[in-house]
T-cell receptor, first 112, second 111 residues
């Protein structure tokens, strides 16, 4: 069974440019998360989806970040415009019925 | 306000010995806990979980202990192997929905 797939793995952009990350969760997992991980810190929740509904986006900086999960399967996280402080790893995870989160390999963003 | 704390940024252990990684939490509503291992340039990998109805869960070389009164959990790895060298995160949730992660502990297992 395929795991959580994320792309791109690495992205380098200049500040003020837009960027988008894509995630395909494990088949059958209805709950999808986007987390942000800064160097030396643990993952921090950005948004949680139950199927196509964003049920918790309280930590998502909505002035520049947006996310969607059309059809309740894959998801896209967008930043526009990117700032220097957005440089981080963006992790996608999906949750099993027994409650464990499985993560993708992450998308590392560098904003110059 | 850090709800999940891992107060040891790093830990070094000799191969074959026990590794003990600690995690403390402040939110008494947390009732489900996960441990993850992370290698560089990879996503976190799920290791083991524990629910608040238990005080111990074991899976092979990994055992997690939960002390609810102290709001403390620990991950024991016995015996430690060089391949266990990684950053370990604990995560906690109330009701298994949103998980709060600790800052991680870097484990080095020395040959």
């Amino acid at each position: 069974e395929a795991g959580v797939v994320q792309s791109p793995r690495y992205k380098i952009i200049e500040k003020k440019q837009p960027v988008a990350f894509w995630c395909n969760p494990i088949s059958g997992h209805n709950t999808l998360y986007w987390y942000l991980q800064n160097l030396g810190q643990g993952p921090e929740l950005l948004i949680r989806y139950e199927n196509e509904e964003a049920v918790d986006d309280s930590q998502l900086p909505k002035d520049r970040f947006s996310a969607e999960r059309l059809k309740g399967v894959d998801s896209t996280l967008k930043i526009q415009p990117a700032e220097l402080g957005d440089s981080a790893v963006y992790l996608c995870a999906s949750r099993t019925n027994t409650g464990e989160l499985f993560f993708g390999e992450g998308s590392r963003l560098t904003v110059l | 306000d850090q709800q999940v704390k891992q107060n040891s940024p790093s830990l070094s252990v000799q191969e074959g010995r026990i590794s003990i990684l600690n995690c403390d939490y402040t939110n008494s509503m947390f009732d489900y806990f996960l441990w993850y291992k992370k290698y560089p340039a990879e996503g976190p990998t799920f290791l083991i979980s524990i629910s608040s109805i238990k005080d111990k869960n074991e899976d092979g070389r990994f055992t997690v202990f939960l002390n609810k009164s102290a709001k403390h959990l620990s991950l024991h790895i016995v015996p430690s192997q060089p391949g266990d060298s990684a950053v370990y995160f604990c995560a906690a949730s109330a009701g298994g929905q949103n998980f709060v992660f600790g800052p991680g502990t870097r484990l080095s297992v020395l040959p």
